[in-house]
Each structure stands twice: as C-alpha cells, then as structure tokens.
C-alpha cells in the first residue's frame, strides 16, 4: 500500500524558494509592535499609519513638517490658523509628562574599583599625586584618572561613601 501524494510532498524540501524572502514577508505582515504605550493605547486598527499619527497630533516623518523653500508660502501659513485637529491630544499630554520625569541613574562601579578607591582615600584622603605614587596602583594611573574613579564611586554609591567617610572620621577621632 503506497502513500498518498499529499504526505509524499509535505517531507520534500522546495529549492526553488527562498526562505529568506519567504520570511521577510511573513513578518511584514504580522501587525507590527508599538514601543510606547501611549501610542499602542490610542491606536486605531481600522485606520493608517497616517490617519492615526495625525489624531494624536504627531506627524509621521520630518517632510513637509517646515516649508520655509519661500518666503512668500512662509508668511501665508502664518496668517492661517492650523486646519489639523488633534481628536487624540491626551496622548502628547501623557508623552510630554512622561519625558519630563528623570529616569534613575543606572550606573554602577564594580566591587574592585570601590576596595581600590576605599584603599586610596583611607590611605591619603584626598592626595591624588600621592595615590598615584602608591604601590597598589598597579594600572599606573595618573592623578586625574584616580580622581574621576573616585567621583565616580561618590556619584554612584553617595550613602556608602557617606558611611565609609564617617568610620574614617570615627578611627581618626579615637
């Protein structure tokens, strides 16, 4: 009893097509991810790209954005009010309030950076020639070079370096 034609032609590889390309156009057709969730909340699937950008008050590109080729066309766009009516403007509202705030500083030092600047400054406070001269400066860093590994360890880790200086001013006290 033989196959059928169709389980036949399901194990066979087509060299004619490009799998590439056959790719590509799988994944233009997905509906494409949007990043800001502003956007993603208005969007309207029924409408353009550009129906879409142009309700919540954006613009899809920088072209036709600013026509100053001549003057003349120039002064005639400023005496007319704006025809576009943003339907959507909570979401430029809700993008403007969400740029304004500061995001958290991410940067970090890594543990051999902060025994070596913890080493430098129990040693010589804040002799940066003398840290430089020291004998556990292996890299032979330059005074400069130190003082921006310490500034960066102030800046990252400010409660700790604020304790650590406090127990350095304790031991010295007693």
Same mark, same amino acid.
């Given at each position: ?21 056959? @790719?590509? @156009? ?29 309700? /919540?008050?954006?613009?899809?590109? %920088? ?13 005639? /766009?400023?005496? @007319? ?8 403007? #909570? ?10 705030? *500061?995001?958290?500083? *991410?940067? %970090? ?9 913890? #080493? ?10 003398? /840290? ?41 006290? %007693?």
């Amino acid at each position: 009893m033989g196959k059928t034609k169709k389980s036949r032609n399901r194990s066979k590889y087509n060299y004619s097509k490009n799998k590439k390309n056959l @790719k590509k @156009k799988i994944r233009r057709k997905e509906k494409p991810h949007i990043e800001c969730p502003q956007i993603r909340n208005a969007w309207d699937e029924h409408k353009t790209v550009k129906q879409n950008l142009q309700e /919540m008050g954006l613009s899809l590109g %920088t072209k036709g954005m600013l026509p100053i080729k001549n003057q003349k066309m120039f002064q005639d /766009m400023e005496s @007319k009010p704006a025809e576009t009516s943003v339907l959507k403007p #909570y979401v430029i509202e809700a993008m403007e309030v969400e740029a304004s705030l *500061r995001g958290e500083d *991410r940067t %970090t030092c890594s543990t051999d950076i902060i025994e070596y600047v913890q #080493y430098m400054v129990k040693e010589h406070n804040e002799d940066y020639k003398a /840290m430089a001269r020291d004998e556990k400066n292996y890299y032979q860093e330059t005074p400069k070079q130190i003082k921006r590994k310490v500034e960066l360890y102030k800046r990252c880790h400010p409660q700790e370096y604020a304790v650590f200086i406090a127990s350095l001013q304790s031991q010295k006290s %007693t």
